[in-house]
């Protein structure tokens, strides 16, 4: 059965062309993906993300817990309200899902995992708890809208109570705080984001989030879907969980080794394979392309190279460079003389190092 946030009745009101996303039925555009995409790279947008599972961790030894379940080390996190992106692997090093935890006390953790993976993480977070004596509750009585772009910070700001307005001008990146929104209604403010742009994510009351969403509108932040948010990550070189890894890769493969911590006396899940596959050597690479000639790079398609083939996994048309570009998973120290198979014909393509985005603009060298 498919799934429905609370926003979706306003969504559809608004024109909103709805698809299935991971059992979810979502906005994918609200009239041109282009422009959205362009409103959150030059001034702001908003996605619902309220499909997104938010889990709460409490226990007295639940930082000891989030040693042993994740790859990153949560000891980076010293202050409350700070946040640590990280990847949950299985046994094998595969990725079971990428995640965002934040730190809101000695004995409470809160973990933002993806949709689509839902089930599979509860489950394999509630049977690594159980030795922790660690409470595992899902909070499915918040939504969450991500607004994103340039001026995405001011416009929430305005709205806040005046009391919040320098703490949350003053919040870093990878951190949150509460707030009191519109009406007072309370806030969870993450300056966090799928976007490669500045922006908060905020988390909001289900019974609230209509009221805040058209709060937002009238401040003038643009309504945006799914399909703009896919091309600005993409742009922004963040992994899609599904597409640019899963079970089956290891962080090392993914572009992730940024996230795996190897600090001395922590045995987490994953980690022995880990260190077995970087000493014997990682056969394959994440790497970015970009497609200087007309045409578009797309899921599935066969990457060749001296070394052998490859696949591209994220794929897509770039609106901020008006090419497109693509993350592709090929043998290790393939770099030159690349070629994508488009429909049969072999298409040269370049190996660049990703963010293909930053700050609005093209990275150099793209």
């Known amino acids: 059965m498919t799934q429905k946030t609370v926003l979706n009745t306003l969504h559809r009101e608004l024109g909103a062309r709805m698809v299935d996303f991971g059992g979810w039925d979502m906005p994918i555009n609200y009239g041109s993906q282009i422009e959205e995409h362009h409103a959150v790279r030059r001034d702001a947008g908003m996605f619902d993300v309220s499909h997104m599972t938010v889990v ?12 042993h379940l994740l790859a990153n080390s949560i000891d980076k996190l010293k202050v409350q309200g700070k946040a ?50 660690v409470t595992v509750k899902e909070r499915p009585d918040f939504a969450m809208i991500a607004v994103q772009g340039p001026s995405a910070r001011a416009k929430v700001i305005s709205l806040l109570h005046d009391v919040d307005r320098p703490r949350i001008e003053k919040l870093g990146r990878f951190a949150a705080a509460a707030a009191q929104g519109p009406h007072g209604m309370p806030l969870f403010i993450a300056r966090t984001g799928y976007t490669g742009e500045d922006g908060f994510e905020i988390m909001v009351p289900e019974d609230q989030a209509v009221a805040l969403w058209k709060a937002l509108a009238t401040a003038g932040v643009a309504a ?57 050597g990682v056969p394959s690479a994440m790497v970015g392309l970009v497609l200087d000639e007309k045409g578009v790079l797309r899921h599935g398609q066969k990457v060749l190279t001296p070394q052998g083939e490859g696949e591209i996994l994220s794929g897509g048309f770039a609106p901020t460079l008006n090419k497109s570009v693509a993350f592709a998973r090929v043998p290790a120290g393939a770099a030159d003389n690349v070629r994508v198979d488009i429909r049969g014909r072999e298409v040269p393509v370049r190996v660049v190092k990703f963010p293909f985005v930053r700050d609005g603009k093209a990275c150099e060298g793209i």
């Open 56 to 67: 709460d961790l409490h226990g007295a030894r639940a930082r000891e817990f989030l040693r």
């Open 224 to 280: 945006c879907g799914l399909g703009a948010r896919d091309t600005l990550r993409l742009e922004a070189g963040m992994n899609l969980y599904g597409q640019d890894m899963d079970e089956n890769v290891t962080p090392w493969e993914a572009a992730l080794a940024w996230t795996i911590v190897l600090d001395e006396g922590r045995d987490f899940i994953g980690r022995k394979a880990l260190e077995a596959q970087k000493a014997a």
């Open 84 to 133: 640590l992106y990280t990847c949950m692997l299985n046994e094998q090093g595969g990725v079971i899902d990428d995640l965002i935890v934040y730190l809101l006390g000695d004995e409470h953790f809160r973990l933002v995992v993806n949709a689509a993976t839902r089930a599979k993480d509860l489950a394999w977070i509630e049977q690594q708890a159980k030795p922790f004596d």
